[in-house]
Structure formats: C-alpha cells, structure tokens
T-cell receptor, first 109, second 116 residues
Framework: GQNIDQPTEMTATEGAIVQINCTYQ??????LFWYQQHAGEAPTFLSY??LDGLEEKGRFSSFLSRSKGYSYLLLKELQMKDSASYLC??????????WGAGTKLIIKP | GAVVSQHPSWVICKSGTSVKIECRSL??????MFWYRQFPKQSLMLMAT?????????EQGVEKDKFLINHASLTLSTLTVTSAHPEDSSFYIC????????????FGPGTRLTVT
C-alpha cells in the first residue's frame, strides 16, 4: 500500500535549526512536496523535489533520497511565525498526492 | 499569480439542508481541481478529483450522491453537500492545477462548515 510517515509533533527554539523527516512508499513516484499549514488555514506550497539532493530556498531547504524513500525539510533561523504543521506529500504514478498526517512544529522563545 | 479563492469562508447550516461551496481559480485555467476534507488535527483527505467538463472521480468511501461536484468551467468548481449531517462538519479545501503545472496544486483558503 501507499504510506507516508512523519513525526506527529516537534518542538524547537527560536533561532535554532530543525529537521522534519518524512519517509514514503508509493506506487511509482513523481516527486515529493512539502506544505506549511497554519491552524485554520489552507496549506501553502514550500518545496518540490523530484531529483536526489538538497534544494535550498531561503531559510527552508528540502532534501530527497529516492533510493531510500526519504525526504526532510530543514528550517533554519527559526521564527515564532514558523509554528505550524508541515505536511509531506508524495506524488504517485497517477499524479495523485499521497499526504502524510503532518508534523506540528512548536517554536519556543 | 496562481490564486485560488473559495466561497464562503465559513458557513453554518441546519441538518438536512444543502450547502454549496465554490472554488475559483482567479488568474489561471484550472484543468484539474481537487476537493479535500480535513478534520481537526488530521491531515488532508482527498474526496474527489475533477477535470473540466468531466465527471468527478471520487475516492473510496466518499458518497458521490451526497457530495456533488461540478467542474463546469476552467475557473470554477463547486462542491454541494446535500442533506448535511453534523458529522459533515469539517474544513473543506479545494486546490487546482493547470495543464502547464500539473505537479503543483494551488490551494484555496478553505471553507469551514458547521452543521447544527
């Protein structure tokens, strides 16, 4: 079956770095997405990886290893506004997104 | 660019009534629209996928006669919750993708439905 695993909740300190891991199993693979979702709001797109390696975009970076079925989202210089849920989603061979349950990130001062 | 709107942003209705939620792509043509439901502290659950001018494809367990989806144009899709029950209370989110960017979904702001 198809499955996405990511931690339920993580806590980090303002100004620090946090890495949110995601493992996936899908029927075929057409890329890995990360979305940010604040409480009561819709998800917003953060990143898309389809090739192995690290993609850096400002304070956020995303890594993919296709052979390991593994991705992570790295957030640097954490700010209080980064407190949100981070959703990992893998696109299968039918171009359908398989969603993880999300990781709630709590930032403490 | 790539803005998706939803209307209404929240709605309260009585059991047994029907509610229509609109999803519009404002600055691009959405060849495919997706409807999701999200219960508190849970991830997105895909309900159905619709392509313009075609019947929607519903996910397993989603009643197509209860959740009516119409994708009449390249900029508008509607979800009608018929004979609503309190257990239908949820956050409904639509997303859209264009032919030129099939890999990326642009999400609407969501509609919070409360059925009393």
């Amino acid at each position: 079956g198809q499955n996405i695993d990511q931690p339920t909740e993580m806590t980090a300190t303002e100004g620090a770095i946090v890495q949110i891991n995601c493992t996936y199993q899908t029927s075929g693979f057409n890329g890995l997405f990360w979305y940010q979702q604040h409480a009561g709001e819709a998800p917003t797109f953060l990143s898309y990886n389809v090739l192995d390696g690290l993609e850096e975009k400002g304070r956020f970076s995303s890594f993919l290893s296709r052979s390991k079925g593994y991705s992570y989202l790295l957030l640097k210089e954490l700010q209080m506004k980064d407190s949100a849920s981070y959703l990992c989603a893998a696109m299968d061979s039918n171009y359908q997104l398989i969603w993880g349950a999300g990781t709630k990130l709590i930032i403490k001062p | 660019g790539a803005v998706v709107s939803q209307h209404p942003s929240w709605v309260i209705c009585k059991s047994g009534t029907s509610v229509k939620i609109e999803c519009r792509s404002l600055d691009f043509q959405a060849t495919t629209m997706f409807w999701y439901r999200q219960f508190p502290k849970q991830s997105l659950m895909l309900m159905a996928t619709s392509n313009e001018g075609s019947k929607a494809t519903y996910e397993q367990g989603v009643e197509k006669d209860k959740f009516l989806i119409n994708h009449a144009s390249l900029t508008l899709s509607t979800l009608t919750v018929t004979s609503a029950h309190p257990e239908d209370s949820s956050f409904y989110i639509c997303s859209a993708s264009s032919e030129g960017s099939a890999y990326e979904q642009y999400f609407g702001p969501g509609t919070r439905l409360t059925v009393t």
